[in-house]
């Protein structure tokens, strides 16, 4: 039966609803997700899932759990999974403890991942709330930790709907927990392929290749080759190195101090000998990359930090530099205070629209902005917007009038922390800034990468667009930059 805490759960719902205006219903829907989801909807939370399944913009369905978060009804974590198995590595409950090195004993691979690659950030309901198993790891079965727990299910095989947790349990021989001071037994019938056992929740893992001969053991004709494995805490080690076809007993020795786990899984030929494992298609999920673009996350999270020795890499962040042209004469015209309470009201005024638009400011400098998108349309589209919603401010404030400049790239990037504020650093930005600079008033120029990705053109067809070639620091030669005029 469910445990609810029904006062807690209606002081946070009242807090979430009080938080800012929602669309009629949402509180409702995201009520009811709370108290009758299954254990893996609420343990793993996705708002792009409860978007598209509840009729709720996803722009809002990501506020609505971030607000949620921030007052304590679920707990926002960031998940880092194996591109190859959909397998949650590790997960973690602050940006700052985030590593972008990966390491998957059940692929037996490592390598790097990015912010916006294979970094999700997944809501859980609080315990505090809602108590599910999930939350009480030591007491889960070993099924539920394999298949609710740590893997996703949203990891499909390219180009179909077979999902890849569905293949794995085809291709599992066994799967136990490892008390300490135990050897515990597991019976095994072999095929062709490899073989291979993981700790899913360390990551420890060992491999060992079938051979059709019985030279590999000295197991009698058709008897159970018996294969001793010993697992410290930190690793596995088999007294084997090789497998025979056929039926087989594992040993398996916990000499550590703590219960670990083994899976088992008898890999196809097909599959061991692949080139390269292939990249799953998940289901659509909140990436980390997404989420530092987002408005809502920098205001209701401020003290989130990136680990200020390396930083995290981003693949593709779209960078939007504004200025304002003549800000000598506005100050000189308005007097310091004046002018200072306009430029105020604009950054406002810009703070809205990349809100509207996914994105977030990052930070001013003088009487500049920068600002993050996740996607490059979303950025072209708040820069359209800003033009046109600078123009109705001046309408309504007269002269003198505030005039914006525009600039935008896209590209790879780093996360880092600097002035206790959640930046980016690189080549991006440097290209980005320097893009600006071409813009006059009340243009937007922007750089080949950005003019040519998915959805930008289209929404410039009504506009006035010039190509130029410019210098572009860091970049050889002169490069491709795109005008855009604020005429439609």
Same mark, same amino acid.
């Given at each position: 039966?469910?445990?609810?805490?029904?006062?807690?759960?209606?002081?946070?719902?009242?807090?979430?609803?009080?938080?800012?205006?929602?669309?009629?219903?949402?509180?409702?829907?995201?009520?009811?997700?709370? $108290?009758?989801? %299954?254990?893996?909807?609420?343990?793993?939370?996705?708002?792009?899932?409860?978007?598209?399944? $509840?009729?709720?913009?996803?722009?809002?369905?990501?506020?609505?759990?971030?607000?949620?978060?921030?007052?304590?009804?679920?707990?926002?974590?960031?998940?880092?999974?194996?591109?190859?198995?959909?397998?949650?590595?590790?997960?973690?409950?602050?940006?700052?403890?985030?590593?972008?090195?990966?390491?998957?004993?059940?692929?037996?691979?490592?390598?790097?991942?990015?912010?916006?690659?294979?970094?999700?950030?997944?809501?859980?309901?609080?315990? =505090?709330? $809602?108590?599910?198993?999930?939350?009480? /790891? %030591?007491?889960?079965?070993?099924?539920?930790?394999?298949?609710?727990?740590?893997?996703?299910?949203?990891? @499909?095989?390219?180009?179909?709907?077979?999902?890849?947790?569905?293949?794995? @349990?085809?291709?599992?021989?066994?799967?136990?927990?490892?008390?300490?001071?135990?050897?515990?037994?597991?019976?095994?019938?072999?095929?062709?392929?490899?073989?291979?056992?993981?700790?899913?929740?360390?990551?420890?893992?060992?491999?060992?290749?079938?051979?059709?001969?019985?030279?590999?053991?000295?197991?009698?004709?058709?008897?159970?080759?018996?294969? @001793?494995?010993?697992? +410290?805490?930190?690793?596995?080690?088999?007294?084997?190195?090789?497998?025979?076809?056929?039926?087989?007993?594992?040993?398996?020795?916990?000499?550590?101090?703590?219960? #670990?786990?083994?899976?088992?899984?008898?890999?196809?030929?097909?599959?061991?000998?692949?080139? *390269?494992?292939?990249?799953?298609?998940?289901?659509?999920?909140?990436?980390?990359?997404?989420?530092?673009?987002?408005?809502?996350?920098?205001?209701?999270? $401020?003290?989130?930090?990136?680990?200020?020795?390396?930083?995290?890499?981003?693949?593709?962040?779209?960078?939007? &530099?504004?200025?304002?042209?003549?800000?000598?004469?506005?100050?000189?015209?308005?007097?310091?205070?004046?002018?200072?309470?306009?430029?105020?009201?604009? &950054?406002?005024?810009?703070?809205?629209?990349?809100?509207?638009?996914?994105?977030?400011?990052?930070?001013?400098?003088?009487?500049? /902005?920068?600002?993050? &998108?996740?996607?490059?349309?979303?950025?072209?589209?708040?820069?359209?917007?800003?033009?046109?919603?600078? #123009?109705?401010?001046?309408?309504?404030?007269?002269?003198?009038?505030?005039?914006?400049?525009?600039?935008?790239?896209?590209?790879?990037?780093?996360?880092?922390?600097?002035?206790?504020?959640? +930046?980016?650093?690189?080549?991006? /930005?440097?290209?980005?800034?320097?893009? =600006?600079?071409?813009?006059?008033?009340? *243009?937007?120029?922007?750089? *080949?990468?950005?003019?040519?990705?998915?959805? /930008?053109?289209?929404?410039?067809?009504?506009?006035?667009?010039?190509?130029? +070639?410019?210098?572009?620091? #860091?970049?050889?030669?002169?490069?491709?930059?795109?005008?855009?005029? #604020?005429?439609?």
């Amino acid at each position: 039966m469910t445990s609810i805490d029904e006062r807690l759960l209606e002081a946070k719902m009242i807090q979430i609803e009080q938080a800012r205006a929602w669309s009629p219903r949402v509180i409702s829907k995201f009520e009811t997700l709370i $108290r009758s989801g %299954d254990e893996v909807s609420v343990y793993r939370a996705n708002p792009l899932a409860f978007a598209r399944d $509840r009729g709720v913009a996803e722009p809002e369905s990501i506020d609505l759990f971030l607000h949620a978060a921030r007052a304590g009804l679920v707990d926002l974590h960031w998940d880092i999974l194996c591109p190859h198995s959909g397998l949650v590595l590790e997960s973690f409950g602050k940006l700052r403890a985030l590593r972008s090195h990966f390491v998957c004993g059940l692929c037996d691979i490592d390598g790097q991942t990015e912010l916006d690659d294979f970094i999700e950030a997944s809501f859980s309901v609080s315990p =505090q709330v $809602r108590r599910l198993a999930l939350h009480d /790891v %030591d007491n889960l079965s070993i099924e539920d930790l394999h298949w609710k727990l740590k893997f996703a299910d949203s990891g @499909r095989l390219p180009g179909g709907q077979t999902r890849f947790v569905d293949v794995l @349990r085809t291709l599992v021989r066994g799967m136990t927990y490892l008390p300490p001071s135990v050897t515990t037994i597991l019976h095994a019938e072999i095929g062709p392929g490899a073989l291979s056992g993981v700790n899913v929740q360390t990551q420890a893992g060992f491999m060992l290749p079938i051979v059709d001969s019985s030279a590999a053991t000295e197991s009698a004709p058709n008897a159970p080759t018996t294969v @001793r494995v010993t697992y +410290d805490g930190q690793r596995f080690t088999s007294a084997l190195s090789a497998l025979p076809l056929g039926p087989a007993v594992f040993e398996v020795s916990n000499t550590g101090p703590k219960r #670990g786990s083994l899976l088992l899984i008898n890999w196809p030929p097909d599959i061991v000998t692949m080139p *390269e494992k292939p990249t799953l298609e998940f289901d659509p999920y909140v990436s980390g990359g997404m989420l530092l673009t987002r408005q809502t996350f920098r205001k209701l999270f $401020r003290s989130e930090r990136v680990d200020e020795e390396e930083g995290l890499g981003v693949r593709q962040v779209t960078l939007l &530099f504004t200025d304002l042209k003549g800000s000598t004469a506005l100050y000189e015209h308005l007097g310091d205070l004046n002018a200072y309470a306009l430029v105020r009201e604009h &950054f406002a005024l810009l703070d809205a629209v990349a809100h509207k638009h996914a994105g977030a400011i990052v930070k001013t400098i003088g009487d500049a /902005v920068m600002a993050a &998108f996740s996607r490059p349309v979303d950025a072209v589209a708040a820069a359209l917007h800003m033009l046109q919603e600078i #123009g109705s401010f001046n309408r309504e404030h007269g002269q003198p009038a505030i005039i914006l400049k525009m600039g935008a790239h896209c590209g790879p990037s780093i996360a880092v922390t600097l002035n206790e504020n959640l +930046d980016y650093f690189g080549q991006t /930005v440097n290209i980005a800034a320097r893009v =600006q600079s071409f813009a006059d008033a009340g *243009e937007i120029c922007l750089t *080949e990468a950005l003019f040519t990705a998915p959805g /930008v053109r289209e929404l410039l067809m009504a506009r006035d667009v010039e190509g130029f +070639d410019a210098p572009l620091r #860091g970049v050889e030669g002169s490069a491709r930059v795109y005008r855009v005029t #604020g005429r439609s």
